[in-house]
């Protein structure tokens, strides 16, 4: 099983071992800096007394010299009193001894004492003793050996003492650059350490912070690998949990979306031979209008108009139901545009001048075809059209042009109405919107021409928009793409042709 320990845990861990890391280099440090102070303490004391001793031991050498050879004109030397004064060189040299410890230098000195001595009393102070004056040259000698041999035992000493205090200095010199270069080293781990529980850290995090970026964006399919230390694998498990649940609703959601479409596309289409049938019938009886009586012509003539506006909303439903599912079928090729606007204008010019408006149509001279369904923008400019003719006042202006800008043609439809206010222009394109204004809720209508209007611009590949100030009216402008071969239609000799005469 892979260990994986939380962030608490990881922090609390590092900051153990660090702290156990420093508390060892320091405890080493300054036990080790204590120890070379005791023992140079010790060494100093110690070498102090051997100097002392080996001062002693020159007294007690003169004491064995005196003992040997007493003043003239006093008794014989005594072999008693010659051996008080050995055993009291003895003395002093186990003292030295004790004090030389494993110094060798010390040692070999000291040795070198006590045999000078020991040749000095077997051949000098023992013959005395026992009468016998020993040669000249031989008491001199030996007499020197033991003295020089003092000397350099006390010399020995203070050089010792010299060593210690030189060796302290050394020792304290490195212990301290050891403590510190221990220190750096155990600030470099817990560097190390730290490193590496922000990069543990720094990659599971970069991946949730670019999944949420990917969600946000809409792809509900993002999943981030799950790692590093527990509370962030932890939310990493969340994330992806919660995409899961995204992706589930997203998918109902597209599910019941669907189904409301078909259902939406099922019933228009249903309804539609019914409605046809019934409007057929009412024109029927409204084209017999001899064999009618008066309120007989009038109910077929409420019959006709009502069921045709029934098929004009099944129609639109059926439209954006079909856009929706994706099966809205355009067959753009290249269309003129000239011909295309003048038909609309054809058609749309008596519900002008039912209602004494001006219109004007404008086709820009030499322009490139379209690439497009020639009934179905017509169908987009009827739209327009007849929006611009119901919601603007008796006598207004409204005014269809087509113009080329840069790889594209640009229709526009607008009139001197009443206009949208900058908050409604947002959801004029909304399905099922209306505006609340008085003289838009006179008007009938479905709120679904600008919905199947902008479906089907945006089919073609073009954008539609609309510009409004209140109270001076609409324009509703769109672009189509000109066609790949698009010519310019060159029909009639005029520069600016004007369709559609002031009414
Ligand atoms: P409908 O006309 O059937 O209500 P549309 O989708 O064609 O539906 O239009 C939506 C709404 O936009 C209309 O109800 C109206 O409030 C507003 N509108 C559209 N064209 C114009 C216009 N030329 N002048 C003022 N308001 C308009």
């Known amino acids: 099983m892979r260990v994986n320990p939380s962030l608490t845990s990881r922090l609390r861990i590092g900051f153990l071992v660090l702290f156990a890391l420093l508390l060892l280099v320091s405890l080493l440090g300054v036990g080790r800096l204590f120890q070379v102070r005791v023992d140079y303490e010790d060494d100093i004391t110690r070498f102090f007394q051997l100097e002392l001793e080996s001062e002693r031991l020159r007294s007690a050498f003169i004491l064995e010299q005196a003992a040997a050879r007493p003043p003239i004109g006093q008794r014989l030397p005594s072999q008693a009193e010659l051996n008080r004064a050995s055993a009291n060189f003895a003395q002093a040299v186990d003292r030295a001894h004790d004090l030389t410890g494993d110094e060798a230098d010390l040692s070999t000195n000291l040795s070198q004492l006590v045999a000078n001595e020991n040749a000095w009393r077997q051949s000098v102070a023992q013959p005395l003793v026992g009468g016998n004056v020993p040669k000249p040259g031989v008491e001199q000698r030996l007499t020197r050996a033991v003295t020089n041999s003092g000397d350099a035992l006390a010399t020995a000493a203070r050089d010792a003492r010299d060593n210690s205090r030189e060796d302290a200095r050394t020792e304290t010199r490195n212990t301290t650059l050891l403590v510190a270069a221990g220190l750096a080293g155990a600030l470099l781990a817990a560097l190390i350490l730290f490193s590496g529980l922000i990069n543990s850290m720094r990659a599971p995090l970069g991946r949730l912070v670019e999944g949420a970026r990917r969600l946000a964006g809409g792809d509900l399919r993002t999943r981030v690998e799950i790692g590093g230390p527990v509370e962030i694998a932890t939310l990493g498990r969340a994330f992806n949990e919660m995409a899961n649940a995204l992706e589930r609703d997203a998918r109902e959601r597209d599910r019941v979306e669907r189904m409301k479409d078909d259902f939406v596309l099922t019933v228009s289409h249903e309804l539609r031979t019914p409605v046809t049938v019934v409007k057929g019938f009412a024109e029927m009886l409204t084209a017999q209008r001899q064999s009618l009586n008066s309120r007989q012509y009038e109910a077929a003539e409420v019959i006709a108009e009502?069921?045709?506006?029934?098929?004009?909303?099944?129609?639109?439903?059926?439209?954006?139901?079909?856009?929706?599912?994706?099966?809205?079928?355009?067959?753009?090729?290249?269309?003129?545009?000239?011909?295309?606007?003048?038909?609309?204008?054809?058609?749309?010019?008596?519900?002008?001048?039912?209602?004494?408006?001006?219109?004007?149509?404008?086709?820009?001279?030499?322009?490139?075809?379209?690439?497009?369904?020639?009934?179905?923008?017509?169908?987009?400019?009827?739209?327009?059209?007849?929006?611009?003719?119901?919601?603007?006042?008796?006598g207004a202006q409204v005014r269809m042009s087509a113009t080329r800008v840069g790889d594209e043609v640009e229709f526009a439809v607008s009139d001197n109405g009443p206009g949208l206010g900058e908050e409604e222009l947002d959801h004029v394109f909304d399905r099922f919107w209306r505006a609340q204004s008085g003289e838009t809720q006179e008007v009938g209508g479905t709120g679904l021409g600008l919905a199947i209007a902008k479906s089907l611009v945006e089919l073609h590949g073009g954008a539609i928009s609309a510009t409004s100030t209140q109270g001076e009216g609409a324009t509703f402008r769109f672009v189509l793409p000109i066609a790949k071969d698009g010519r310019p239609t060159r029909t009639e000799p005029a520069s600016r042709t004007t369709a559609g005469a002031a009414t």
Do not use: C, W
């Open 306 to 394: 009502s069921s045709a506006q029934l098929q004009k909303m099944i129609n639109d439903l059926l439209d954006l139901a079909r856009s929706d599912a994706g099966k809205l079928r355009i067959e753009p090729k290249p269309t003129p545009v000239r011909p295309l606007a003048q038909r609309v204008g054809r058609q749309m010019r008596p519900h002008f001048e039912e209602k004494n408006q001006r219109f004007t149509v404008t086709v820009e001279k030499d322009l490139p075809d379209v690439e497009a369904d020639a009934d179905r923008v017509a169908q987009v400019l009827a739209n327009l059209l007849t929006n611009a003719n119901k919601y603007a006042p008796d």
